[in-house]
């Protein structure tokens, strides 16, 4: 068991890019209501021994379920709900063989998901010149309003498009059947 979890990383690594960070709009802070928890108090994002890992809704997990299903992304795609730097609510980042999506776990599930669209778009719209704004922006040769302008571009927004779509026909107008 231990050998298996102390196995060397591949020597060829690739940097981990960051694709997008969704940030947070000032109005919402301190106002949302934590997906599947009962625990609504603010505090638990900042104090105490970390906490369970919270609970999913199935709104969610279905709208995960249906981009896997209708809108393909180049790399494998990890949903995690978790702690996001305070100004965020949400980022994608990629490494050679993955985009992981991390969400704000004290998001309301309105917008949890809205957000959740919007780095599924990313990953589905990620390109090489994705990667050259955020090194170059990285390498302090682009400013914040050109990386932001460079990774939400017109590929990310047609793709933003499908994943609407995709949302809007298999989950909200879905047929409320009750499936395994
Ligand atoms: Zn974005």
Known sequence: MAAGKRRQKPARTEPVRVVCMHKRPALALGTSTPVGSPDRSPRSRSHGKPRKAPAVSRHVRETVAALRQHCPTPLPVAVKLGRV????????????????????????????VNVLLHEWAHCCSWSLTHDRVY?????????????EAGTHDGAFGLAFAKVYVAYSTQVLSAPATRKK
């Open 135 to 147: 090194d170059e922006y990285e390498a302090g040769k682009l400013s914040w309003a050109e990386y």
């Open 85 to 112: 730097p305070d100004h965020v609510e949400g980022q994608t980042i990629r490494n050679a063989r993955q985009f992981t999506v991390r969400l704000d776990r004290t998001l309301d599930e309105s917008t949890l």
